[in-house]
């Protein structure tokens, strides 16, 4: 069996990279959000916001709500549980743990999804990729250990998000195949909303027009990293994207920094370096193969 070949690496990558920056900023937001709200609450705004924005875009297009019709609802439902589960728990970790912490166990997640994807995509991952791979999970190894600011509890809660959220991108991929990536989006938003919601008679607090803005922003920023990492993971396996998600540690670590004073140790740095080398390197072996593939196809046919 052959290796998923990837069109166009270079709009992947960067595909990637930005939705890296969105997803963070969901987070940072989420957590500033969180010091006045329940979870439930930041993630019901999370997909609420998120569903508004991407069903405005929707109404935009020529096609409209027809873009929605779709022969797949269970596993859009599957997508929606997954997901919803995972960015419940990511954003509850983020409040257990210094955002570099939960950020570096979070990424975990890449690792997982290409042992997923063997099983259940059916996917090769050659020893290039899995080299790339192995290489950023060292670099998360050594991120995690640096602050000594969370616990037993939070390294937990960190994984198990981790790992609802490598289920949920499996689910991306699945769908990738035949849904346009506005649907898929839209129902994941939706159907966490609608999850989040039936939980609000026990955990809604009124919002202060700061926190109100907090809770906008969660939601903005999560359906436009949405929407990039869907396209990416439509346009590329998932063994390949892997390396290039565990980047987002550098924007956490940044933020941390920045708004809780949680100084990146040396640690975090060396382990950044590592994992922006392994996304690196995936990526260069991706368009060496690519280049070796079109010239053999130029002989073939020229």
């Not at 990424?107 to 991952?125: D, G, H, N, Y």
Request: hydrophobic share 55%.
């Amino acid at each position: 069996m052959s290796v998923t070949p990837v069109a166009r690496p270079l709009r992947v990558f960067l595909m990637m990279l930005g939705s890296g920056v969105l997803m963070t900023l969901m987070v940072v937001f989420a957590r500033l959000a969180a010091a006045d709200h329940s979870i439930i609450e930041v993630t019901f705004f999370r997909n609420f916001i998120g569903a508004l924005a991407l069903g405005a875009l929707i109404l935009s297009r020529p096609d409209r709500f027809t873009i929605l019709k779709t022969k797949r609802p269970f596993d859009h439902l599957l997508r929606g549980i997954a997901g919803i589960i995972g960015i419940t728990l990511n954003f509850w970790a983020a409040t257990l743990l210094p955002l570099a912490d939960a950020a570096a166990l979070f990424f975990a997640m890449p690792l997982m999804v290409t042992v997923l994807a063997i099983p259940f995509l059916k996917e090769t991952v050659n020893w290039q990729r899995w080299l790339s791979v192995i290489v950023g999970f060292i670099g998360i190894l050594i991120i995690a250990r640096p602050t000594g600011g969370g616990d037993a509890f939070g390294v937990t809660v960190a994984l198990c998000g981790a790992f609802g959220t490598a289920l949920s991108v499996i689910m991306v991929r699945k769908l990738g195949a035949s849904e346009p990536e506005n649907r898929t989006v839209f129902y994941f938003f939706l159907l966490g909303a609608l999850i989040a919601a039936a939980f609000l008679p026990w955990y809604w607090t009124m919002p202060t027009w700061e926190s109100l803005a907090y809770l906008v922003c969660t939601g903005l920023a999560g359906a436009g990293g949405q929407i990039l990492l869907t396209r990416a993971y439509a346009e590329a396996p998932a063994g390949y994207l892997s390396s290039f998600s565990y980047i987002g540690i550098v924007y956490s670590s940044f933020f941390g920094w920045l708004l809780w004073d949680e100084l990146p140790t040396l640690a975090v740095i060396l382990g950044a370096a590592i994992v922006i080398a392994a996304g690196l390197m995936n990526y260069t072996l991706e368009k060496t193969r690519m280049r070796k593939a079109e010239a053999e196809v130029e002989v073939t046919y020229g």
